[in-house]
Every structure is written in structure tokens, then in C-alpha cells.
């Protein structure tokens, strides 16, 4: 129950898509342009038997996935590879929209927006913190917090003997990746022992901490 009020809670990708709050907002916004993609595909080619049934299948495999993605949200991922199809279609007719526009200024930035928006949801939404930057801004707006999450400062392990590293969920599987060194808890939902450990000796204060390290 501790871990799970002090960290499963509160791991994002692990919460139902209405957690979100006002971010669910890009992520709704893009399963709608993707049904509304395979709602198109799906009557234009009503009387086509083999193209209906291609997107018949398309639409049952996002359908699914889709409800999964509702109720966890790194589901989502996979929703959205089933409905890129419907995706690249209204982006297809809307960029035919644009091109159709007279005013040639409109025009072109109309043409040129349309993919550069679809585009920047999609980035938005699948890679929301996929450089080291982001890791170190996780780790808080202090100097000194920042600073641990470098791989220089992180280098500087690698001098001591390898050991047990007892440190931050969030900072051990950097531990991992650049030392020898082994550490007590990931974010990892099979250890709930040594989370719960690592938990409760960082909200402690050192009195209470140094006995469970």
C-alpha cells in the first residue's frame, strides 16, 4: 500500500487516459482525427470488398487498442500505429484543402502547416521526455539535483569498487547503465520490497533513514 500511494499513483504511463487532466486533451485530439481517418477510409471504399475489409481490420485492431489506451495510458502508443492509417488520410484531405485555397500566401502556409501540426501532436504525445535533458529537469529545478543526473558527475563512480548503490528509483537505472555498480530498487513494479525500502528511507529523516539503508 506504500508504494503504491507514493509511487505506482503517481507513474503517468501507468494511469487511465481521464488522469491526465487538461494533457489528455492532445491525446483525445489525435484518436479523433484517426477515427474520423477510418470512418472516411471505410466509406469511400464501402464497395470495394477488399479494401472495406482491410479497413474493417484496421478499425477493429484501434478499436481495442484504443480501449486499452483509455485505461493505460502508454497503450496509447500502440492505438495510435493501428490508426496512423486514418491519421495520414485526414491529413492527405486536409493538405488537398489547403492546395485548393486561391490566395497563394494561405495557401502555402496552409500546405505547410497541415503535416508540420499532425506531426508536432504526434511528437507530443509518443516522445514526451526522450532526451537526457528532460531526465535532469525530472529530477528538480535545483542545481544540485540536476547535477547528479549527469554522466559526468554519474562518471565518477566508476572509481570506487563495485558495490550496492542504495539511491533514487529515478536516478538507479542511470546508475546501472553507466557504472558497475548494482543498486536496490527501479521503477519496477516486481520489487516492491526494495521500492518500498527506497521509499521510505528518502522520505525519512536521517535518524529514521540510516537504519533501513
Not at 471505410?42 to 464497395?47: D, E, M, N, P
Not at 562518471?155 to 536496490?184: C, Q, R, W, Y
Request: proline share 4%.
Amino acid at each position: 500500500p506504500f508504494v503504491q500511494t507514493y509511487w505506482y499513483d503517481m507513474v503517468e504511463e501507468g494511469m487511465p487516459l481521464w488522469g491526465k487532466g487538461t494533457q489528455a486533451f492532445n491525446f483525445i485530439l489525435l484518436h479523433v482525427i484517426a477515427i474520423t481517418g477510418i470512418g472516411i477510409a471505410l466509406y469511400q471504399h464501402r464497395r470495394d470488398k477488399e479494401l472495406y475489409r482491410r479497413w474493417l481490420i484496421t478499425a477493429f485492431l484501434y478499436g481495442w487498442a484504443l480501449a486499452v489506451g483509455l485505461i493505460v495510458l502508454r497503450a496509447n502508443g500502440m492505438a495510435y500505429a493501428f490508426g496512423l492509417g486514418g491519421i495520414a488520410l485526414v491529413t492527405l484531405h486536409c493538405w488537398q484543402k489547403a492546395r485548393a485555397i486561391s490566395n497563394t500566401l494561405v495557401r502555402i502556409l496552409a500546405s505547410v502547416a497541415t503535416p508540420v501540426l499532425v506531426a508536432m501532436l504526434l511528437q507530443l504525445i509518443l516522445f514526451p521526455s526522450a532526451d537526457h535533458q528532460s531526465l535532469m529537469a525530472r529530477a528538480g529545478t535545483n542545481a544540485s539535483q540536476a547535477l547528479c543526473f549527469d554522466p559526468a558527475s554519474l562518471a565518477k563512480l566508476n572509481s570506487l569498487p563495485s558495490g550496492l548503490v542504495f539511491t533514487t528509483i529515478d536516478m538507479a537505472p542511470e546508475i546501472l547503465l553507466n557504472t558497475p555498480h548494482s543498486v536496490v530498487a527501479t521503477g519496477h513494479h516486481r520489487n516492491a520490497n526494495g521500492i518500498d525500502k527506497t521509499l521510505r528511507a528518502f522520505r525519512a529523516s536521517s535518524e529514521g533513514a540510516r537504519p533501513i539503508i
